[in-house]
């Protein structure tokens, strides 16, 4: 086999393909958190997708507008040598002018080498070592060693999630502290981390103060606010997903039948859904693995007998010191991480010092995700509604290891249960008083029991049983158990949260929004209708949306070249030729609106991250000089009244762009991350 040969790139079967508008939100982001040179090398890698070290290395070796346009340093210096033709006069005289703004070209191997490591370390960057067939070799075994190309390709999908890093650390404060907090920053700014690091740098070698933040870092692992880093995670899954499909062919040249095939990736799709699952509980071997006497979770070890009860003690008192304050005084305690049988539990567990670290953003996203929807359900019904929901939330969450924000139902819920945990949520006040039927012998009302369960009536729709309704509701009853609720209506006994319908309405409100703001509102009407009724013809649209014909064909010409709305033909005769012949029916393509809208959140997210460092880069001097230390200390005598002036004017812009940047991240977190 030649060199070129073995140096041409394994074609990718099924690649995620990234819009334009993601792929500059990625650079963004990446520009903002790690610099211009680590910009510069994503860049690369999210326009032309996996390259090997000698590839990226040629395409950096040009300034950023060349390698944009396809064109290496040969074929600059073949377009300016001899005759060309204008067309190419002015398209490498357009490079030249952009390359003269953009950055220098990026030459350094070592820089770019420690560029990727980081782009790694953070999980940010795949790579994997491949043979010629595309089979992934592997770098412990020493036949491999140093043969095939490791090929690098950038993660889209891991680089968004970074914009809502202080979300994050907020939600780890609230639930753990302010040393949970420290914890997730930690890991957060360096990468993958070991446990021991952690508990050193956060320890400051204080023995009780490292004790307290290995007991944090188990609860943390064992409630999945962190997961495990094992090797297989810094490959793409589709690699692997391909090198088995590869590995079960290997050596048999017997043309497979289709139920071969299917078997084929039955047996791979088990092999992948194994491996994940070793990422958290670990394999039979590992230190977590049950045949080396671990716990069945890969990072926990099991706790010897004779140190539980010391251990026990340590716990208790530590957790009584942080429930005061420097003064002593006692202060309000953050949201628990484990619940009493997740105590017993623990008391069993330490954390394995020697495992490595990272932030599980989909745990996080979960509480992201409940946020905006208690805040739907108080738009729609009231605050009581919204905490009695955040309660059925929390005892849907409780039966589950891992929750997810991508999960379309919770655990099945009982109305039992709830009536046991409400505290100080007062229900009655969620209804009108002449609502509420007077329930009991003595008059005295409707119990707790009997509100609960018409706030479960209300939220799944029981008395509504049209398909819009179903298809709408908060809630879903389980099984064929109901009781009298306080409206005298039977409501369900269990349920289940329709995660699924509840994102689905928020994406039909926000597509909605956007679709006003950007046409009108004849086009929301005709998008509303549209979403509801099905394909309906133009004709059919103009009676139901009270619009006339020609306005509802402008709007929907309109929309339709927008990729909002689709349009399908249907003969009514078998001449398919003739247009007159046709029913051209409008309906809406749910999936193509929002990826529409998501491009359309990016770009904002995008233009609103340029104009914030356009701010900043205007007032370069002053934020310099507010950054010395003398400056920091006796600000009102150094800085002038005008300098004052500007940097408050400068923090409001500043502040107002990033109120702005997370209040459209949370839309497309919303469009992308939510199911339904």
Known sequence: MSAAAAAAPVPRRGAAAHSREKLR???????????????????????????????????????????????????KISAGSGSVDIAASAAAAAVAA????????????????????????????????????????????????????????????????????????????????????????????????????????????????????????????????????????TSNPRDKEISY??????????????????????????????EERAQWEGGTMDAGGVLQGGSGRLGLLKRKAAKQG???KGAAAASSKKQKGENGKAKEAPVSLAGAEDDEVLEGLEIDPNVFLLVHYDRFDVHIRDEVIYKAVEGKYNKNFADVLRLM?????????????RNETSGIVSNTLLSTHLGSISLSKGFDKDYLRSSGSSGSGPSRFELLAEYAGVLSAVDNVSPEAQSTRFLAPVGSGTTISAGGSRAPQTFTI???????????????????????????????????????????????????????????ARLFAASLISM??????????????????????????????????????????QRRREEARRQEALLRKTERSDVKMDAATLLADWEKEQLTRLNKTLELLTVEEMRTDLDAFVVSHLPG
């Open 25 to 75: 939100l990625c650079h963004s982001i990446v520009l903002d958190h790690f610099g211009p040179t680590a910009a510069r090398v994503a860049s690369v890698l999210l326009q032309r997708g996996r390259l090997s070290l000698r590839e990226l290395m040629r395409f950096l070796a040009t300034s950023s507008a060349a390698a944009a346009a396809g064109l290496s340093a040969s074929d």
């Open 98 to 233: 952009a390359a003269s703004a953009a950055a220098s070209p990026l030459k350094s191997r070592r820089l770019v080498q420690q560029t990727l490591l980081i782009l790694v370390q953070h999980g940010l960057c795949w790579h994997v070592r491949l043979d010629a067939d595309g089979m992934i070799l592997d770098d412990d075994n020493d036949d491999d060693a140093g043969a095939g190309t490791e090929w690098f390709e950038m993660n889209a999908d891991a680089i968004l999630p970074r914009v809502r890093l202080g979300r994050y650390v907020d939600i780890a404060e609230a639930v753990g502290g302010s040393e949970a907090r420290d914890v997730v920053r930690l890991i957060l700014q360096n990468g993958r981390l070991q446990a021991s690091d952690v508990i050193e740098r956060l320890g400051d070698g204080d023995a009780k103060r490292s004790a307290s933040v290995a007991q944090l870092l188990r609860t943390l692992l064992y409630k999945a606010y962190l997961r495990p880093s094992v090797v297989s995670q």
């Open 245 to 274: 499909e590869l590995n079960e062919v290997k050596g048999d040249r017997n043309i497979k039948t289709p139920k071969q095939l299917k078997e084929i990736k039955e047996r791979v799709a088990l092999t992948l859904a194994d």
């Open 310 to 312: 010391s251990k026990k």
């Open 393 to 405: 939330v929390s005892a849907g969450e409780a039966r589950s290891e891992r929750p997810s924000a």
């Open 498 to 556: 329709e995660y699924a319908n509840i994102a689905r309405s928020l994406k039909r409100a926000l597509l909605r929004n956007v679709v006003e703001n950007q046409f009108s509102s004849a086009a929301t009407r005709i998008m509303s209708i549209l979403m509801t009724m099905g394909k309906l013809e133009e004709k059919h649209i103009a009676k139901v949306a009270l619009l006339s014909v020609n306005d509802t064909r402008d709007v929907c």
């Open 568 to 609: 399908q033909e249907v003969p009514k005769s078998a001449d398919r030729s003739n247009p007159q012949r046709m029913f051209f029916l409008w309906y809406v393509d749910e999936a193509k609106s929002r990826a529409w809208l998501l491009d359309h959140l990016y770009k904002t997210q995008a233009r609103l991250a």
